[in-house]
């Protein structure tokens, strides 16, 4: 495993209504390192089960230390994100859909966005569930951390809040469709206004659905950046969704500071295995294992 590499794993077929994928590390650094995050359009439940103390990080401008070993991290607008490990990479990551942390949690899209804290302080009601589901160190295997998460979710799937139909679908339009789908199209299949829709998607979701639609185009762009790093940006713009290429240039201005030229001559280590392939897995996308 490389440096900032995240071992991606489905969870099973029952679970994908409210986990997208599971992203897992075990190793002890030999120097703390520093992970550049991204808005992804989804929110996390961590469970370190290794070392953690030392670690901290700055969320939209809000600064905290990881002092718990379950932990959450709400929806991302702030571009300049980071988090700092400082002895190990020692943990597994809940990827939830865009909806569960208000289905599984309780957490209105409000309450998330920008939140990083213990899952004592996020959802006290859930943090006594992960304290008796997640119980191995970090001498584990892999299969067991997960073996545990899968638990985990399953106790809180069982009594997890009725979805919104329409949040949900306009969800899966923008996931399906890798953003590149018209607020007004949405609208008009859901039967909605867009005042409607953009009170419903940001009171569950915690972002607008253009502002979510925007993040999933640009995953998506990380993901053929890095699949072929040779092709003409002027296509992987056209085959991302964009208008042309000076929308696509300005998008990653917008979220990454840099263009993609530069972008791929830059070392973003937790990417290739994090951000990159984040559009590959989902409701609306096929199992992979």
């Known amino acids: 495993m490389e440096h900032g590499d995240f071992e991606i794993i489905t969870p099973p077929e029952h679970l994908r209504p409210f986990v997208r994928r599971y992203l897992y590390a075990n190793r002890i650094l030999q120097s703390g390192v520093t992970f550049h995050a991204k808005p992804t359009g989804y929110a996390y439940v961590s469970n370190f089960f290794g070392r953690y103390g030392g670690d ?3 969320m939209d401008g809000r600064a905290f230390e990881r002092l718990s070993r379950f932990f959450f991290f709400g929806q991302i607008t702030d571009h300049e994100v980071f988090f700092h490990h400082t002895q190990s990479l020692q943990l597994l990551v809940c990827e939830l859909t865009a909806t569960a942390h208000h289905r599984l949690l309780g957490l209105s899209g409000e309450r998330v966005l920008g939140l990083a804290a213990p899952l004592d302080e996020a959802a006290p009601g859930v943090a006594p569930i992960a304290r008796e589901c997640f119980v191995l160190g970090a001498e584990s295997s892999r299969d067991g951390h997960v073996g545990e998460a899968n638990v985990f979710v ?14 949900e679908r306009a969800v899966a339009l923008s996931e399906a ?6 607020i007004a199209q949405v609208c008009e299949e859901l039967g909605v206004s867009p005042r409607e829709l953009n009170r419903r998607f940001t009171r569950i979701v915690g972002v607008s659905p253009k502002f979510f639609g925007q993040v999933m185009q640009i995953n998506w762009v990380v993901g053929l950046l890095y699949a072929n790093d040779r092709a003409g940006l002027a ?23 840099e263009g993609p030229r530069e972008f791929l001559q830059s070392n973003h280590p937790a990417f290739r295995s994090f951000l990159a392939a984040s559009r590959r897995f989902g409701p609306s996308s096929a199992a992979e294992d």
Do not use: C, K, W
């Open 235 to 257: 296509q992987i713009a056209q085959d991302a969704g964009f208008y042309d290429q000076a929308h696509f240039n300005r998008a990653m201005q917008r979220f990454f500071r």
């Open 177 to 182: 469709s890798n953003g590149a789908v018209r």
């Open 154 to 167: 399953s106790h809180l799937a069982e009594r997890a809040l009725p979805a919104d139909p329409v949040v």
């Open 56 to 58: 901290h990080g700055t």
